[in-house]
């Protein structure tokens, strides 16, 4: 008796972790990513991301607070989201011929941006740095 208790304490231990399985947001509706975003933390900085999220395309700047002047780093294309499914991400292809016009913009044929909880995140790459920033939608 005692043997086929635990067997089933076992095997009910086993399922638990399984079954919040379901629950991975492909029933929930897609977020709306459109909008303007900026960068995490940047509150009292002179110098950071921001980025323009609209139609099919997506636009990051550097932001220089002195000037008030926004540098393209990288004009490319955007695929929103199908489904509340979280995290989200896709590969945008840029427009190279936009990269170009800007000394600031990255080159990369390709970028991977992530959504998720509230927060769109990608590499940031000039020269030999290479960071993650995280930024934020603006209300």
């Known amino acids: 008796m005692k043997k086929a208790a635990l067997s089933v304490l076992l095997t009910l231990l086993l399922l638990l972790p399984l079954s919040g399985c379901g629950e991975t947001g492909e029933n929930l509706p897609p977020p709306d ?75 990369d044929e390709e970028k ?6 509230d927060q769109l995140t990608y590499i940031v790459s000039m020269g030999n740095m290479r960071v993650t920033v995280a930024l934020e939608k603006q209300s």
């Open 33 to 107: 990513l459109t909008g303007h975003w900026v960068q995490v933390g940047s509150e009292g900085t002179s110098f950071y991301q921001v980025a323009d999220i609209t139609g099919d395309s997506i636009e990051c700047y550097w932001h220089v607070v002195d000037g008030d002047d926004n540098h393209l780093y990288w004009s490319g294309t955007f695929t929103p989201p199908e489904n509340g499914k979280q995290p989200y991400a896709w590969t945008s292809v840029n427009d190279l011929r936009r990269a170009y016009t800007s000394n600031w913009a990255l080159r």
């Open 112 to 117: 991977t941006f992530t959504y998720q909880k």
